[in-house]
């Protein structure tokens, strides 16, 4: 890995360089490279509330959904609540469901089959709001592309309101209201919100034309954090505020849905715990059955039933972690069989392998070659070939896609990960063209980078130290745990043994002119 040093404007350099480090110059070189540099900025990123959330009627679109979903209120509608099967759709739909059934009789929500029916609005979706009398569709997470199923849906006289954070075309589906931050009309000051996020813009708007105290809001904030670690959005601005709410809620009273991931976390809980603690169960319901079964735990009102959904839900995921292993390794003996290590890319396809797990699949694969991964699912019955694609710091995989459309179905998804669908026939030439742009795009191969922040001397080392940098969570993109460089020399080190079952762990100490010693340990 190649270390590379944060930059830091020249005047704050200078301003390091002729004073000498402090636990404070530390902390507030820190701020500084997060983009904190006065006081205003620092209180709202260190003591975030719910005052520091923008108004959520500055966002495009935002007062056309709340009058049609109040129309539907007054005239007593059947709605549907449409979203994505992976963390951020499921609770997405958790929050909707939960808010909206204080007010309206007849409400219901849909998924779709990963296997079956695939990513976004599916016309087996729509066709069950049509056959369910329902009027009015509210597609979160998703729906920014699929202009063709909204027009669908108009002619069967259903309106759609979306709320997707994902990149949009250039044509945008004729939806009654697109909630999307990112797209070209938008001048909402937050950008960065996921799925969920979005939709719970549209809780605090329906909450304030509705005149409903703001703890009704409140309440969901917990589910809002959850899918902001999850869905790994940048963790600044409105994320930060939410994640930081969110976790204070999870710590102090959690809900049915999530106690029984929680109570298995030592406290209190952090958006670590949330990515690699509860996400990973949350998402095994969309990958092997149905996601329907994270929404029923996520919104369950009973104790003992939610604590048995979740144990189902476990299972589940202790069973995709064995499918992952066995197909990560096939997918290693592939990129060897064809001699493809030296590669700029990686792609890789297989008609046995499960579809639910190819885009964990891409992140294991990118961890030892790193760079931009598909990995594909082939369908025997339709010829066709389902993707998820992954890719490395500086590089969207989304433009990637724009360059190889004239041989993709159809694709979608965010700078790093993707998803995409090509017909068999067009794989060799597809996987082609793909590894000829990434090189031109690249121009070099990839290699993987530590960012580090500062250089700082071992003595600062300190619980001291600890306790100020802990003031920066939660941690995320753009606002990442800080990593320091020191330099030790050989005769800095006092002990160093390797430790572990298998010896596959490194224990060192290091001790500096006549300061304390300093213990170390690098895991694997």
């Given at each position: 890995?190649k270390w590379k040093k ?248 959690h809900r049915n849905g ?134 490395i710091a500086d590089l ?129």
């Amino acid at each position: 890995m190649k270390w590379k040093k944060k930059e830091l404007p020249n005047t704050i350099q200078e301003e390091l360089n002729t004073s000498p480090f402090s636990i404070n110059s530390i902390f507030k070189t820190l701020l500084i490279q997060r983009g904190i540099t006065d006081n205003t900025l620092a209180k709202t990123f260190l003591y975030p509330t719910i005052d520091s959330l923008h108004d959520p009627f500055l966002m495009y679109g935002m007062q056309e959904a709340v009058e049609r979903i109040h129309l539907a209120k007054t005239n007593n509608e059947s709605i549907l609540i449409y979203g994505d099967y992976d963390v951020d759709g499921v609770t997405s739909v958790s929050v909707m469901y939960l808010f909206l059934k204080n007010y309206f009789k007849n409400i219901h929500y849909y998924i779709p089959d990963r296997e079956k029916e695939g990513y976004g609005i599916s016309y087996k979706g729509v066709d069950f709001a049509f056959e369910n009398n329902i009027s009015l569709i509210i597609a979160l997470d998703c729906g920014i592309k699929e202009g063709d199923k909204v027009k669908y849906a108009k002619e069967k006289n259903i309106d759609f309101i979306i709320c997707d954070h994902h990149l949009p075309s250039d044509a945008l589906p004729d939806a009654l209201a697109i909630l999307n931050p990112k797209q070209e009309k938008c001048t909402y000051p937050f950008k960065e919100l996921c799925g969920c996020g979005i939709g719970f813009k549209l809780i605090q708007a329906l909450s304030s034309h509705w005149e409903l105290s703001q703890n009704k809001c409140d309440s969901y904030i917990d589910l809002v954090a959850l899918a902001t670690a999850a869905d790994i959005v940048p963790m600044i601005g409105e994320n930060r505020v939410i994640a930081a709410l969110g976790l204070k809620k999870m710590n102090e009273n959690h809900r049915n849905g999530l106690c029984y991931f929680i109570d298995r976390i030592n406290k209190p809980i952090n958006v670590r715990d949330l990515i690699f603690g509860i996400a990973p169960s949350i998402n095994a319901a969309g990958r092997l059955e149905q996601a329907t079964l994270a929404v029923e735990l996520l919104i369950s009102e009973n104790m003992d039933e939610a604590i048995l959904k979740a144990k189902n839900i476990e299972q589940l995921n202790l069973k995709r972690r064995y499918i992952e292993k066995q197909i990560t390794e096939e997918a290693f003996e592939q990129i060897k069989q064809n001699k493809e290590e030296d590669n700029f890319s990686t792609i890789v396809a297989d008609k046995n392998w499960h579809k639910g797990v190819v885009g964990i699949i891409a992140s294991r694969l990118i961890e030892t070659y790193y760079r931009p991964t598909i990995v594909f699912k082939e369908d025997e019955k339709n010829g066709l070939f389902s993707g998820s694609a992954r890719s490395i710091a500086d590089l969207s995989i989304i433009k990637i896609f724009d360059k190889c459309k004239n041989f993709i179905v159809k694709y979608g998804g965010h700078h790093a990960a993707a998803g995409l669908t090509i017909q068999k026939e067009n794989f060799a030439k597809f996987k082609s063209h793909f590894e000829n742009c990434v090189r031109k795009e690249l121009k070099i191969k990839p290699e993987k980078e530590i960012i580090y922040d500062l250089e700082i001397p071992i003595k600062l080392v300190s619980k001291d130290l600890y306790t100020q940098i802990q003031r920066l969570e939660p941690y995320g993109p753009k606002n990442m745990r800080p990593v320091f460089k020191s330099t030790i020399l050989s005769k800095d080190v006092k002990f160093v043994k390797a430790v572990g079952e298998k010896n596959t762990h490194l224990k060192i100490e290091i001790q500096q002119e006549t300061n304390d010693k300093v213990s170390g340990i690098a895991f694997g």
